[in-house]
Each structure stands twice: as structure tokens, then as C-alpha cells.
């Protein structure tokens, strides 16, 4: 196992940015299920992992780390396309607890950015290991690495590769993250660590109206199509309560400037969420919430007629990409989607 060398020096101050997540890759890091109470039915759960495992391996390498007791496990339903990595892990979201990875584009170096993960807040007790999952994956992976002192998820973030990073204040002001933290402060070390110039903020969900256990992942609600375009998902059957926050957190997108003063050219993916995860509690129904591998685009399915509409809407706006769909309903009730489970690793 090669060693990583701490960066002692915030990445921007040695010319290191966050790329878009449309920039090359050079793999696809994702970890396995274990048993936690939020699954319902853990089989069905590894079944759509390892599903998504083999629809992006299709683009690029995929690395699924298991814990050691389930690596056999892995390997046996991902089979040979997926190259399995034993390391100690509590459970799926290799986006939250994991490493975002930054590039030095003049030197073609690539380094790992280690957030303080607490379970999004104090959630769960249950993911000490997970704590430690993105330093011990920047270390096998003998990359330089930098532990920031935000708490908070790779979830929570989206760049443009331009310098534009948009956030949510529900997520990276709560006190349950980072307490005592003011938004000057935040801002700071958010482009210290990802190379961003500009910071946008939405409110994300300040009230926890959704009952979404991130509080209000900007993965969920928004992501980047090119620089200065948008992509922004409308439940147009929500109620009036979520309706008007997601109001709010479009018209705090509208009114904002990106890194080069653009204002934001606005994609609507409107969709009703009609049928999807009604009958549980803690449910991602977020259509947004899908992967970019290269070449392709890997989105999650519901079983539900609004799934083919997304489909073609986001093969219109990702035009040139191959668009494939996994049915992820047993795994949408742990609180995740398809973006939450997976990770780049810039080429």
C-alpha cells in the first residue's frame, strides 16, 4: 500500500481545484451495503449497488470498497467488471463520506480532500469507520491528502470547474456540523480546500420540511450542466410546503452570479414525484441525483411512467451521452440515490 503525504498547505494555495464532475475520470470509488436499520431489505439493496457497480463500469473502472467480513460478497454479485477493495467500511454513501478528490491541471497531480465526516450531523452513531474512510482511501491510493476542518459531506457541494461551488446553509451553517461557524468562515476554507472562487448559497432546507436526514444536500436539489448552466429539479406534485421551498432555493439560484459574473442560465427538470416512495419515511426521490461517468449518464429509476420522461429530458440536455437507468427503490429508502453511492476520481 503506497503512503499519502499530508498537505499541509490549504489545495488552492498549490494551484489545486475541484474539476466538474463532466471533466475525465480516471474511476468511479463506491462502497458496499452493511446492515443498518434503514435498509429494509439488504440483498435487494447490494443487488441495485452492485447493479449501478456494472452500469457505470460500462464508461469507467469502478473500485467498490467492502468491509473485509463482505468482501466475497461484493465480488461474488459485481463480478469481474468491479475490482473490490477490502477496507474497513459501515456502509454505502461513498459520496458523503468519502473523499472529493481536486487536480493540479498544470501538473496533472490529483489529491484527496478528507471533510470531518459526523454521520451528517450526529444522525447515526453508527460510522466511526466511515469516519475514516476517505484518509484511508487517499492513502491507498498514495495521493497527497488534505483534511479540512469542515464537517460536512461531499454531498453537499457542486462545482462548475470554472470556480463557481454552490452549497446550502442548512447543510454547512447548521451547528449540528460546524458550530459557532459564520458564513465569512465557511467560505474561506471551502475555497481553500476546493479551489473555488465564488460561492453560492441556497438555503437548502433550514426547517427539515423533507424529512431528508442530510438536511438539504445541494445533490438533491441542483447540478451543473456547463459553466454557468443549471440544472434545477421541480417536483411539480409536491405539496404547497415543499413547493415553496423549492421556490426559495430556485430564486436564491436565479439571483446569484457565478465566478465570472454570469447569472445562471436555469434548466428546469420538472417532473411529478407522483408514486415514488410513498410509503416510507426517509425516501431519495430525487431524480437529479444521478452519476456522469465518461461518456454516459447513470440515473435512478422508480418503477413510475415519470422515470422515461426524465430519461428523454436528460438525454436532450446531456446531449452526446449515453443515459442509463437503474431501478434504485429498495435503495432510495436509506435517504440516497445514485449520486450519493459513487465518487470520481478525476483523470
Not at 479540512?148 to 463557481?164: K, N
Not at 420522461?309 to 438525454?315: E, G, P
Amino acid at each position: 500500500m503506497a503512503r499519502a503525504s499530508l498537505i499541509l498547505q490549504a489545495p488552492r494555495e498549490l494551484g489545486f481545484r475541484m474539476p466538474a464532475e463532466w471533466a475525465p475520470h480516471r474511476r468511479c470509488w463506491m462502497a458496499w451495503p452493511t446492515v443498518h436499520p434503514q435498509w429494509h431489505d439488504l440483498a435487494a439493496v447490494e443487488q441495485v449497488v452492485a447493479a449501478v457497480a456494472g452500469a457505470i463500469a460500462r464508461f469507467e473502472p469502478v473500485i467498490m470498497v467492502a468491509d473485509p467480513s463482505q468482501a466475497g460478497r461484493a465480488q461474488d454479485l459485481c463480478g469481474g467488471y468491479v475490482e473490490v477493495l477490502p477496507l474497513p467500511l459501515d456502509d454505502a454513501w461513498m459520496r458523503d463520506a468519502g473523499p472529493s478528490f481536486v487536480r493540479d491541471d498544470a501538473g496533472g497531480r490529483v489529491a484527496g480532500v478528507a471533510w470531518r465526516f459526523n454521520a451528517w450531523g450526529g444522525y447515526s452513531p453508527a460510522y466511526q469507520q466511515d469516519a475514516q474512510l476517505a484518509g484511508r482511501i487517499v492513502e491507498h491510493q498514495g495521493l497527497d491528502a488534505y483534511h479540512s476542518c469542515l464537517t460536512l459531506e461531499g454531498g453537499a457541494l457542486h462545482v462548475d470547474g470554472d470556480g463557481t461551488l454552490v452549497t446550502t446553509e442548512s447543510v454547512v451553517l447548521d451547528p449540528n456540523r460546524n458550530p459557532g461557524l459564520d458564513r465569512q468562515q465557511a467560505e474561506s476554507e471551502l475555497r481553500s480546500a476546493t479551489g473555488a472562487e465564488k460561492i453560492v448559497w441556497l438555503p437548502g432546507d433550514p426547517d427539515g420540511i423533507t424529512g431528508d436526514m442530510t438536511d438539504g444536500h445541494v445533490d438533491g436539489i441542483m447540478c451543473f450542466v456547463e459553466p454557468g448552466v443549471a440544472l434545477f429539479e421541480l417536483d411539480v406534485s409536491a405539496d404547497a410546503e415543499i413547493a415553496a421551498l423549492e421556490r426559495e432555493n430556485r430564486r436564491a439560484l436565479e439571483l446569484a452570479t457565478d465566478a465570472r459574473g454570469r447569472r445562471f442560465e436555469i434548466v428546469d427538470l420538472a417532473v411529478e414525484h407522483v408514486g415514488i416512495g410513498e410509503d416510507h419515511d426517509l425516501y431519495c426521490s430525487s431524480y437529479i441525483n444521478f452519476y456522469l461517468p465518461n461518456g454516459g449518464l447513470v440515473m435512478p429509476a422508480y418503477g413510475v411512467a415519470a422515470d422515461a420522461t426524465v430519461r428523454a429530458r436528460l438525454a436532450e440536455v446531456f446531449a452526446g451521452r449515453e443515459v442509463v437507468m437503474v431501478d434504485i427503490d429498495a435503495l432510495a429508502p436509506g435517504g440516497g440515490g445514485i449520486h450519493c453511492i459513487t465518487q470520481q476520481q478525476p483523470a
